[in-house]
């Protein structure tokens, strides 16, 4: 079956530097969620989509956005980047109305 | 501020011997109920999710809800040095992100 799939899964960037990370949801999931885990940390939410709209926000900073585009893929922009913002990037998709979400393998994000 | 206890651990057992994990929540609002599995650096994995009181099972999984004691629970019978790993308790609302535990570390020995 097909999974989420995430891009880059590795990524290095330097202080200050911006990234973008980008979230391809399982077929027929309208649904996108972007959670951040650091190490030895649970994952937190970030911010999630429901057919192209901001449906929830979480612990995202400002330098972050995001959005999700007619194909459900949706992108996470991240600028400005700080040392404590290296993390694994992990996305989810759902099905609108169910609860159940499927992760991605994620992005893992250095900033040196 | 909605949360989900877990024990941290490490939860070791023998080989062929039941595991039990356990969680916690505070939201009395929340309606689904997961355990995902999470292997060092990779994605977490959906392991078993229960939306109703009393036991789900799957394989070698068992999933058992309480939801008037706020209490959710995860047997792994006949346990096998694959399945360690950090098991992480989520929950949720319709719709809605999910709120996780901070996990307990699993060690199954051979």
């Known amino acids: 079956a097909a999974g989420v799939i995430q891009s880059p899964r590795h990524l290095i960037k330097e202080k200050r530097e911006t990234a973008t990370l980008k979230c391809y949801p399982i077929?027929?999931?309208?649904?996108v969620y972007w959670y951040q885990q650091g190490p030895g940390q649970d994952p937190q939410f970030l911010i999630s989509f429901y057919e192209k709209m901001q449906s929830d926000k979480g612990s995202i900073p400002d330098r972050f956005s995001a959005q999700q585009f007619s194909d459900y893929h949706s992108e996470l922009n991240m600028s400005s980047l700080e040392l404590g913002d290296s993390a694994l990037y992990f996305c989810?998709?759902?099905?609108?109305?169910?609860?159940?979400?499927?992760f991605g393998p994620g992005t893992r994000l250095t900033v040196l | 501020q909605k949360e989900v206890e877990q024990n941290s651990g490490p939860l070791s057992v023998p080989e062929g011997a039941i595991a039990s994990l356990n969680c916690t929540y505070s939201?009395?609002?929340?309606?689904?109920f997961f355990w995902y599995r999470q292997y060092s650096g990779k994605s977490p994995e959906l392991i078993m999710f229960i939306y109703s009181n009393g036991d789900k099972e799957d394989g070698r999984f068992t999933a058992q809800l309480n939801k008037a004691s706020q209490y959710v629970s995860l047997l792994i019978r006949d346990s096998q040095p694959s399945d360690s790993a950090t098991y992480l308790c989520?929950?949720?609302?319709?719709?809605?992100?999910?709120?996780f535990g901070k996990g307990t570390t699993l060690s199954v020995s051979s």
């Open positions: 989520a929950v949720n609302q319709a719709g809605t992100a999910l709120i």
């Open positions: 077929p027929r999931h309208d649904t």
């Open positions: 939201d009395r609002g929340s309606q689904s």
């Open positions: 989810a998709s759902s099905i609108s109305g169910q609860n159940t979400q499927y």
